[in-house]
């Protein structure tokens, strides 16, 4: 296979300025992501994440546009048609739900797709067991809570079968539980098809888990991005007082680093694979105080 043929995204020197504004959204960022990649967004409010995403579905505000933005081989610009390989779930379910009612809501993108009607009757009731709405076919859209509507959101992007899933803070509005089973249900995902996820979030411990690579955007740029064991040690954008959150267990790890009783080679931001590494510390430390006595 051709390099390029595992490009999923290809963005260039982009930047973009909404009317009026007196600073760019994104102020000249470039990006690759590879198929079947899941890379992890975080940083700031303001930062550009969600102007980003809308760029990476084709949905390109008004404003003031340069640079190139590829998306599954199709060239995104201003009035360009969107992006029908990816799917994006907004920050605010309110602004994607069109729908009358739940079924209605999640059978108008792939009416838009022109898939079956029997295809999209079979595959309603799937999805919304999904994301826990099992039953809530006829249920009115603006009776939702707003964590249903999210959850309605994630269905409505699931059920389009997408290559490319942009998901914009997708769990903002869900309790723990709804987090802890969003994401089983993203991971899931990930196993059964090779899907490319994006995912704007600021939950540390589950970008850790679950992301190939996190950027971290300042001011419309990305300014560092890593595997989560390599991008959490990073003391200039975390670990401090005014830093975005590191996943816990790496915040005890990088006191341990910087007090010189961890090795370099140790740091991790898994919880798991972090909680062994400080129970072997633990464990050696017992045993040579126990040799001294
Ligand atoms: N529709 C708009 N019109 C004018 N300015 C906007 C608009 N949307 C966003 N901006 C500005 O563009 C910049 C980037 O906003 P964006 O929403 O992309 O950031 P973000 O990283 O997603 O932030 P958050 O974490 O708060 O969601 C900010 O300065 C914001 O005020
Ligand atoms: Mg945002």
């Not at 400080?278 to 045993?287: I, K, P």
Request: net charge negative.
């Amino acid at each position: 296979m051709e390099p390029a043929d595992d490009v999923a995204i290809r963005v260039r020197d982009l930047r973009f300025r909404y009317p009026g504004a007196t600073r760019d959204a994104l102020a000249g960022l470039s990006l690759d992501v590879c198929r079947g990649e899941f890379l992890g967004i975080t940083g700031p409010s303001g930062a550009g994440k969600s102007t980003l995403c809308l760029c990476l579905k084709g949905l390109v505000p008004a404003g003031e546009f340069s640079g190139s933005v590829s998306v599954a081989g199709q060239t995104v610009a201003p009035g360009s048609a969107y992006v029908e390989s990816s799917a994006l779930v907004f920050q605010n379910p309110e602004t994607q739900i069109i729908g009358l009612t739940v079924a209605e809501d999640l059978a108008f993108g792939p009416e838009n797709l022109r898939r079956d009607p029997a295809w999209i009757r079979a595959a309603i009731p799937v999805y919304l067991d999904q994301v826990r709405l099992a039953g809530y076919q006829d249920v009115d859209t603006y009776r939702l809570s707003g964590g249903q509507k999210q959850r309605l959101a994630i269905a409505d992007a699931l059920i389009l079968e997408p290559e490319i899933l942009i998901l914009d803070e997708p769990t903002s509005e869900l309790d723990p539980i709804g987090k802890d089973q969003f994401f089983e249900v993203l991971e899931r995902l990930r196993r059964e098809r090779s899907i490319t996820v994006i995912m704007v979030e600021h939950a540390a411990e589950q970008l850790a888990a679950m992301a190939d690579r996190v950027i971290v955007m300042q001011h419309g740029l990305v300014v560092d991005q890593g595997p989560p064991d390599q991008l959490y040690r990073n003391p200039v954008l975390f670990h401090h007082p005014e830093a975005e959150r590191a996943p816990q267990i790496s915040e005890v790890l990088f006191e341990l680093l910087q007090a010189g009783l961890l090795p370099a080679s140790q740091f991790t931001a898994q919880e798991e694979a972090g909680i062994q590494r400080l129970r072997a510390l633990l464990e050696n430390s017992v045993q040579s105080v126990a040799q001294r006595v």
